[in-house]
C-alpha cells in the first residue's frame, strides 16, 4: 500500500508539472522570450506623454546624465527637454582613431546627437548612493559594497539627428511635416530632432535586460551581425548583406500579428510604428560557448562587429580612485590597426578586470588559499556611474562631468 500511494503521488507530481495551467503562464519572460520582453519595455518607455509645448514619450520626461551627474541631482518635476549632446562612444573613439569615425565631425557639428535617461527608481539609487560624485564611488570601493540596481531600474539611450539633415543621413526626401509622421520628432531650441536608434535596458533580471531598437531607414541597419527579432517581426532573421558597416538599405522590418496588436492597443506616438528591434541580449554567451554579439548601426557604429551590450557594460568599474578603471570597456593597447573596430570585450566576464591577476582562480574558500587582491568594484552594469561621476574630489571640484552623452 504505502509503495501504491507513493507511486500515486509521484504520478500526479508529474501530471501537475505538465498540466497546462503551468505551461501557460511563463514565470521568467526576459529569458524565456527576450524579444517579447524587448517589445513590452518599448511600449512602456515610449507611452505617449505629451505636453502641451513638447512631443515627449515617457522616457523623455526621465533625468538625464546632466540631471543626474551634478553636484546635487533634483528629480526633474517639470521635463528638461531634448538634452542632445556628442554621442558618448564616438568620443571615445575618436581619442583613440580619429580616423574611424565618419559620423563624428571634429568641432561638433555631429550628424547623430545622443542622451541618456533613467527613470525615478534608477536615479533614486544613484543619488541616494553618492554613485554620482567621485568622492562617493571611492567611499563604496573602501567599503567593498556591491552595487544592485533595484529591479524596477530603467534606462534609455537615446540617437537623435536633426530633420533638417536626415537627407545627409539616410537620403530622406521629405519635408519636416512628413518627417514627423515616420519619425518620433521632438525639439529643443527652436530645432526639430528625430529619432533614429535606442537602447533599453532593465533590471528585471540581475544582468539586466538588453535591447537596441532602430529606424526601419537606417542605413545598414542589419550589417555585419544581421538583425534578430522571434516575437515582433515576420522575417526572425535578417542575415547582414554587408560584412562592413555600410550605407546598405534593408527592406522594413514586417511586423507580426502579435506585435502589430500591442502597437495598436498602446497609447503611443504613431510614428513608433516605423522602428524595428535590432536584437537583445540574455546572456554573454550561447550555450556552445561562442561571444553573443548585439549592438546598433548607429549607437555602436564604427564597433558593431566587437559589440556585446552585456560584455562591455560588464567592465563598467572604478578604482579605489573612483576613476573608471577603462576607456568606456575599450582595451586601448590592443587597437593597434586603424580602421579596425578596436578591441571591447565580448563573451563572459573574466576574473582579471577586478581582481590582480594572479591569485587563485576562485573564491578563496579552499583552505590555505591566499585572499584575492581586488583592483575594481563592478558598477552593476551602469556605464555612466564610473564615466559620468563628477570630480568633486578634484581641486576645483568638477561641477559638470566632462565624458558623458547629452547634458
Ligand atoms: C564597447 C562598450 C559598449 C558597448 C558594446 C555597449 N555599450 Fe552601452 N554604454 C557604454 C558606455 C561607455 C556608456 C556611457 C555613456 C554615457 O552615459 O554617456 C553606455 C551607456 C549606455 C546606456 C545608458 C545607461 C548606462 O549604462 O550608462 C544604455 C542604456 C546602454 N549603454 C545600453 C547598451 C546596449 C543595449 C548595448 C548593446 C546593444 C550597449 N549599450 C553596448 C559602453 C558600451
Known sequence: MRGLSIFAAATSAMLAFAAPAHAQSDPNPSVNHPDKQSWDLFMTVNADAAGPNDNNAVFETWASDGDTFQPAPVWPTTPSGLQVGRRALGLVLERIHPKIMPQVVPGGADLVSEETRRNRADFDY????????VSGLKSAYKAGNRIVFPVDS???KANWVEVDRLGEFNGFKGTPAEAAKIYHVNSTGGKSYALVAFHIISKLVPNWTWATFEHKDNPGRCDVIGCTDDF?????YVAPLSAKESSTHYPDCAKTPALLSMLAKAHIDPAFGNYCLKG??????????????????????????QASCMSCHARAAFDEGGHATTLAGFDPTSI???????????GPIASSWFWVPGGPPSYPSVV???DLVRFALPADFVWSVPFCAID???SPPETKSRHCSGK
Do not use: H, M, W
Not at 544613484?126 to 560624485?133: A, F, P, S
Not at 537583445?280 to 562587429?305: H, K, M, Y
Open 126 to 133: 544613484i543619488v541616494n548612493n553618492n554613485l554620482y560624485k
Open 154 to 156: 530603467l534606462e534609455v
Open 232 to 236: 515582433g517581426a515576420v522575417t526572425p
Open 280 to 305: 537583445s541580449q540574455s546572456d554573454f554567451t550561447d550555450p556552445s560557448g561562442l561571444a553573443v554579439r548585439v549592438g546598433n548601426s548607429v549607437t555602436e557604429n564604427g564597433f558593431v562587429a
Open 336 to 346: 593597434a590597426t586603424p580602421g579596425s573596430p578596436g578591441n571591447a570585450p565580448v
Open 368 to 370: 590555505g588559499e591566499a
Open 392 to 394: 568633486d574630489t578634484a
